[in-house]
């Protein structure tokens, strides 16, 4: 009774340096467990054992997402205007636009966010829990600290345990430390400073056992485990702005500015000429809307929407439009190793027989297929064949694991490293389940880490010992070792230095050794004593291996200019070795470790130059990611960070762009912008290049509407200076900008891409919408195009043509100017005429459709009243389309006079 009265302070307490007893007391608790009072009494105190989720956003929330965009703003300025002058019909076209982009951007991220995978709680799974000295099956969530939870194999670790008892205990860390390889666990105190990833007197909440069982008392539950830091540490990040919005927000800036100034020049030119204030008022409206890219936010989201889709079938899921953007604005890409470049499972790659004869073996992951060569690339002789499934036979009749071949799948249970070694039988020709029951099993030692080896005891013909594990501890029972022609002295120099070399390569190596029992053995076979002579078999390095397209991948990443680094917590050796093989590293000095990175980013100022330099970062924990990914972004790359694990979420909601693996941990999935759905960085590059597509057709819509929009205020402009009335009313340039430019616009969106953006380094973070090309085109084509237009409008008139008549004409030039200009604009560098056309059918169909609508409402009476339109004739039809050509002639010339330059 008088312990659940008692209040436990669990929060800040160094659980791994302290003693079993010191844990017990100050958690309150004892072996027997809590009892029902106390622990309800806890979860009063401390809550549910599951960290708090954020709703998936309504639609209401996404709709009104769709409006918090700069241009967006312009807009509806314009409208209010507008409407307050009670021009109800510019109005009305105006927050149609408005309310057309956000049904769209609604329906892209709603869908985005259904086609994303939902967050599943990492702590709700049942446990075993011991309670008033009895054994209960519990939901996790129910935990609290001082419960007495029993862990076996497969078991997922539900809350933050200080172990009491351990009997053989590995667990998979992977999604917390980013180490691939399983971790041993033991009891007994750590040091206090002793890093996460190497206290093995503790295990994880979320993280799963892979072998062995284990009794652990409950430290932290919910928010106060690591799984729940790292979660607070996401929920407290900065957002980063997509590269787009950045943009977009400068593009706005500067169209705002150049609205106001042209309209108060322009105004003030009126109003000196006499122009009554209701007319200069009307006037400004009508520039406004004719400098204001309204079609811009509805081509924009289309475009989006349409690279989204494309990216879909390169399973590459979007979760926010303007990510799509940004992926292919990244310039520098700081990727997770575990489970992104590897596939995250152990694998037999080399070798080593005591001749000195290392062997390559091939395939990956937890399957049997494959094969053993030299490292000459030939066929082992029939001697050494013999020598390696002697090796891997020893592999298979010391092993915990299963591996099988069921309906054309690879099924495995167990260690990672025994599956792998059945793998190797496999790929060897040998039938580990057949050799197995041949065998009877007359004793073994199980692993312990503190011995780091394992032992068992069979007899087939004859009984034997076979030993694996750590060099040092297998070589200690060794005499001998087996050569070509049989036994040979052991040369323990030798041996240490192989394993030494392949350590340094990033393998993890494992001795194996056998010998036969003597003829009078012991009934119980169980302790090193009972271990033999033995003779050395071989070497086997296993390692995480590379995924098989990740080479060709960052081959590409390198020839777009994106810069790749490698950010994990995984051993220094290993990443090294991974990253060698890459091509990322070639010696230490392009690694740095979380331990030197803590005394670097102390020293200041050398910091950044250092990881300018710096391609291999190892044995990082999540907040030193997050410091990476931050100097990354000070330094003005577009960063986008792609990691699988729950120590990845918080870099991943630093970066301008997060993406997650599809298979990766909830967490990670949650937090990121894009999702690859396959784990193929493969993907990720392909998505990058759809980016830089959907860049190039948004860029493409904006020098259309631009160059249209600048070309209605050279129109104005001309009429204005030279006392003529105005060419064109504001309906009329509503019509313009939204109908027959919005038709063209939106099927420009769907241009495909052009041969070659991978080819070319990504656009320089700071550049905005416009470069210098563009802004010449631009200029240019304005002017091309308000000179066609104002010299149409001045000879109408001079010719004595009613205004509302030369109005109609004007109106249908701009037209075919606009479907001229369409074709222009499809390619900054590329004629026009050397564009396929079936790489954009829809946008011929556009072109057609725009040009048909004017010239149908020309025949509708109530939209002639309304636009103030008349039917034409043919020959005067003919002579304006003539009189557009030249548009596209003067574009050719400046197409061809600059690519020559270059």
């Known amino acids: 009774m008088g312990r659940a009265e008692a209040k436990v302070d669990v929060t800040k307490v160094p659980w791994h340096s302290l003693d079993d007893s010191t844990v017990l007391a100050r958690t309150n608790s004892g072996l027997h467990g809590l009892t029902a009072r106390e622990a309800e009494a806890r979860l009063h105190q401390y809550g549910p054992n599951c960290l708090p989720t954020n709703p998936p956003p309504g639609l209401g929330l996404i709709f009104l997402h769709q409006f918090l965009s700069p241009l967006i703003y312009i807009l509806i300025a314009a409208g209010v205007v ?40 990492l702590l709700k799974t049942s446990c075993r829990v011991r309670r008033d000295n009895h054994l209960l099956e519990l939901l996790a969530e129910k935990l609290v600290p001082g419960d007495m939870v029993l862990l076996e194999s497969g078991s997922r670790v539900p809350a933050d345990l ?39 007197n503790l295990a994880f909440a979320g993280t799963t056992v892979t072998s062995g069982r284990s009794l652990g008392v409950v430290v932290a539950t919910a928010q106060l485990t690591e799984v729940g830091s790292i979660a607070a540490a996401v929920a407290t990040t900065t957002l980063v702005k997509p590269p787009l919005v950045l943009r977009m927000e400068q593009f706005a800036r500067q169209v705002s500015y150049l609205v106001v100034g042209f309209v108060v020049l322009l105004a003030i030119i009126a109003a000196t000429q006499g122009t009554p204030f209701n007319e200069v008022f009307l006037l400004a409206v009508a520039l406004a809307v004719s400098a204001i890219p309204e079609g811009l936010p509805v081509a924009m989201t289309v475009a989006l929407s349409i690279a989204t889709t494309r990216m879909a079938r390169r399973n590459v899921i979007v979760r926010k439009l303007t990510a799509v953007e940004g992926l292919g604005s990244c310039t520098c890409i700081a990727s997770d190793k575990t489970g992104t470049l590897t596939v995250n499972r152990q694998t037999v790659r080399t070798l080593w027989l005591p001749d000195g004869t290392n062997y390559l073996v091939s395939g990956e992951g937890y399957a049997g297929t494959g094969e053993v060569l030299r490292s000459d690339g030939k066929q082992a002789v029939d001697k050494e064949r013999d020598r390696l499934r002697e090796l891997a036979l020893a592999g298979v009749l010391c092993n915990e694991a299963s591996l099988r071949l069921v309906l054309g ?82 040369d323990r120099l030798e041996v240490e230095g192989e394993a030494l070399q392949l350590g340094r390569e990033g393998y993890r190596v494992l001795a194996v050794a056998a010998g036969p029992l003597p003829e009078q053995g012991k009934a119980s076979l169980s302790c090193s004593d009972d271990v033999p002579e ?32 490698m950010v994990t917590g995984d051993h220094p050796a290993t990443a090294l070795g991974i990253a060698r093989e890459l091509g990322l590293a070639e010696d230490e000095t392009d690694l740095v470790t979380g331990e030197e990175l803590t005394k670097i980013t102390a020293g200041g100022a050398d910091w950044h130059e250092r990881l300018g330099r710096t391609r291999v970062f190892a044995r990082v924990t999540p907040l030193q990611k997050l410091v990476i990914v931050d100097a990354l972004n000070k330094q003005g790359h577009f960063t986008a960070v792609t990691g699988d694990g729950v120590n990845d979420a918080p870099a991943l909601r630093k970066a301008h762009i997060g993406v997650a693996m599809g298979t990766g941990t909830d967490v990670a999935k949650e937090t990121a912008s894009i999702i690859v759905a396959d784990d193929n960085f493969a993907s990720l590059v392909a998505g990058i290049e759809e980016g830089r597509f959907a860049y190039d057709n948004i860029r493409k819509v904006v020098y259309l509407l631009i160059s249209t929009g600048g070309a209605e205020i050279v129109l104005f402009s001309l009429a204005l200076c030279s006392g003529l009335p ?23 969106a769907f241009e495909g891409g052009e041969p070659g953006a991978m080819s070319h380094p990504p656009r320089p973070p700071r550049e905005g919408l416009f470069n210098r090309l563009m802004v010449w085109q631009t200029l240019l084509s304005a002017a091309t195009m308000g000179l066609l237009a104002f010299s149409t409008w001045a000879w109408l008139l001079a010719q004595g043509v009613g205004v509302p008549e030369a109005r109609n004409f004007v109106l249908l030039l701009m037209v075919l100017l606009e479907n001229v200009q369409v074709f222009n604009c499809r ?9 396929p056309l079936k790489r954009n059918r829809l946008l011929i169909g556009g072109v057609l459709f725009a040009q048909g609508v004017h010239i149908l409402v020309m025949q509708w009476p109530f939209m002639q009243r ?13 002579s304006l389309f003539s009189l557009a050509g030249l548009l596209l002639v003067v574009m050719e010339i400046f197409k061809a006079f600059r690519n020559r330059l270059q």
Request: glycine content about 8%.
């Open 82 to 121: 507008s409407t307050v002058i009670g021009e109800w019909t510019d109005a009305g076209f105006i927050f149609a636009v408005i309310l057309l982009n956000a049904v769209l951007g609604t329906f892209q991220e709603w869908r985005a966010e259904r086609s994303a995978a939902s967050l599943q709680q």
């Open 162 to 200: 200080r172990l009491l008892e351990v009997r053989n205990l590995s667990i998979d860390e992977s999604l917390l430390t980013g180490e691939s390889q399983a971790v041993d666990k033991q009891v007994g105190r750590c040091a206090e400073e002793t890093p996460l990833s190497e206290r093995r």
């Open 409 to 490: 799948e690879w099924l495995h249970q167990g260690d990672a490293m025994d599956v792998a070694l059945l793998a190797l039988a496999h790929k060897l020709g040998l039938d580990p389940e057949v050799e197995a029951a041949q065998h009877a099993v007359l004793g073994e030692i199980p692993f312990e880490s503190e011995q780091r080896y394992a032992a068992r005891f069979v007899h087939r013909e004859h009984a034997q010992c076979i030993i694996k594990g750590g060099v040092e501890q297998v070589l200690d029972f060794c005499t001998t070792m087996s050569g070509q022609a049989g036994l040979l002295p052991l």
């Open 534 to 565: 033995l003779s050395l078999l071989g070497l086997i390095g296993f390692i995480d291996p590379l995924r098989p397209e990740v080479k060709d991948a960052l081959a590409l990443c390198h020839r777009a200019g994106v810069r790749v680094i």
């Open 726 to 748: 105005i060419p064109l009313g504001a309906v009329q340039l509503l019509w313009l900008n939204l109908v027959t430019n919005g038709i063209q616009d939106v099927a420009l």
């Open 827 to 835: 390619s900054e560098r590329v004629s026009a005429f050397k564009m």
């Open 866 to 878: 309304v636009l103030g339109v008349a039917p034409v004739t043919l020959s005067v039809w003919l």
